[in-house]
């Protein structure tokens, strides 16, 4: 009965040598805990600030009856003719506001207007203000439709993640990524950021609950993310698949020749007991 618990014992130490167990797979293991001492601190309110070089689309409307007085203050339509039909079709043109290096937009009737640094609401209003002088209640809607962020690494779905709204954080872009591999390092990965024409390195935990405090937690606009390889991915990168493979027979076979030499003293000492 002994010698059967033994190989039993012995078997389920050979399996599980041939198996890896994953660690650190989970984000924010400790949210629990980050909870209860932030509770009342947790920031809700993100919103992306304008940089140079960004592309906005700006259209503004008004509560007025005569929609020219609207119409100056926004980019040129295009006009459509089907060829045989009466139909038109109007879209907005292909044409957008660059921030330039001073940080100014030139906009219709207003001139010049500096906005860079500041959140899109900010800016929103800023423009709107500077449109009062001409327009009652004017209505000013902003996006920045250059804001993207490319994920790279351990990732199923390496890439480039285009922001709709302006807010994206680091956990957003892994999900927009498909999530990291079972060989992503959760607890090291590398966000790249150009801040005032300098390159800004900095690596993030996603294990921990702190990460929400980051200021790398909330995406920017060409931020880069690299999911860095774990050490497993590391160890196999050695090897070509079939080398792999080939380690992988070896390492069982020493693994059960161990077992069969550890087997074959127990019962040689049980027949000297006898």
């Known amino acids: 009965m002994k010698l059967k618990i033994w190989l039993f014992s012995a078997f389920l130490s050979l399996l599980l040598s041939c198996q890896s167990v994953p660690q650190d797979i989970a984000y924010l293991q400790d949210l629990d805990l980050y909870l209860q001492s932030t509770r009342d601190s947790l920031q809700t309110d993100y919103e992306a600030k304008i940089k140079h070089n960004d592309q906005l689309l700006i259209t503004v409307s008004a509560p007025v009856l005569d929609q020219s007085q609207v119409a100056q203050f926004n980019l040129p339509m295009n006009v459509f003719l089907t060829p045989g039909e009466t139909t038109v079709f109007q879209s907005q043109a292909i044409q957008t506001y660059t921030v330039d290096t001073k940080g100014d937009i030139h906009f219709p009737v207003v001139g010049k207007i500096s906005i860079a640094g500041l959140k899109r609401s900010e800016a929103a209003n800023l423009i709107a203000e500077k449109i009062s002088a001409y327009l009652p209640d004017p209505i000013v809607n902003l996006q920045i439709i250059s804001f993207k962020v490319m994920v790279l690494g351990e990732v199923l779905k390496p890439g480039q993640v285009d922001v709709s709204d302006g807010r994206l954080t680091i956990l957003d872009a892994i999900g927009a990524a498909q999530d990291m591999t079972i060989y992503g390092d959760r607890t090291n990965v590398l966000v790249v950021r150009e801040q005032n024409g300098h390159k800004e390195i900095y690596r993030l935990d996603l294990t921990k609950a702190s990460i929400i405090d980051s200021p790398y937690y909330y995406l920017q606009q060409n931020d880069v993310v690299y999911v860095e ?32 030499v550890t087997l074959a003293g127990f019962v040689v000492n049980t027949l000297k007991q006898k």
């Open 229 to 260: 390889p774990n050490k497993t991915r590391k160890r196999e990168s050695r090897f070509g698949s079939g080398e792999n493979y080939t380690a992988t027979i070896l390492t069982v076979s020493f693994s059960a020749i161990s077992v069969l």
